[in-house]
């Protein structure tokens, strides 16, 4: 018997392998909950501030590439028997839009995310996502480590 149903789930896609194990279990857990799923890719506009003449022209190119993606997300999600399907890419700091602003205006209530992989030193700086979600989110937060069959993908050297 299953006593929690989540009815919104949200999961961030961003062309990684981990969040391509986090989309399969997204995919799983919304049908078990005949929840509607919403599939987020984040455009980082920082990683552009640097480039000043080309800004303009990258980030449109990566969000012709997140929607092209999220179409795809999109598509396979509904074959799998998923009826309700949302899409949405946003501009800015991924972790506070993971974190809090998209759960609170979509009513999310719970939140699927790949293990970033991303070194000490980088975490340092950066401060993984996934870390910032976990401690920062208004609803469950699922970090997914295996693939849908719960096995730790073969290729990881850890």
């Not at 989540?6 to 062309?15: E, R, S």
């Not at 396979?76 to 998209?102: C, D, F, L, R, W």
């Not at 401690?135 to 073969?154: F, G, M, Q, S, Y």
């Amino acid at each position: 018997m299953m006593l929690q149903q989540y009815q919104k789930i949200m999961v961030a896609v961003d062309g990684s392998n981990e969040a391509e194990l986090a989309f399969q279990k997204a995919v799983n857990i919304a049908k078990r909950n005949h929840a509607s799923l919403l599939l987020v890719h984040i455009i980082d506009t920082r990683a552009f501030q640097d480039i000043n003449s080309f800004d303009s022209m990258l980030a449109e190119q990566a969000t012709d590439l997140a929607k092209q993606s999220l179409a795809d997300y999109s598509d396979y999600a509904q074959k799998s028997g998923i009826e309700k399907v949302e899409t949405e890419i946003e501009y800015g700091s991924p972790k506070v839009i993971i974190a809090k602003q998209i759960p609170q205006d979509k009513a999310v209530d719970l939140i699927i995310l790949g293990a970033t992989g991303l070194n000490a030193v980088e975490r340092l700086f950066i401060g993984s996502v996934s870390e910032y979600v976990t401690r920062n989110a208004l609803c469950d937060v699922l970090i997914v480590r295996t693939d849908a069959e719960n096995k730790k993908p073969e290729n990881e050297d850890d």
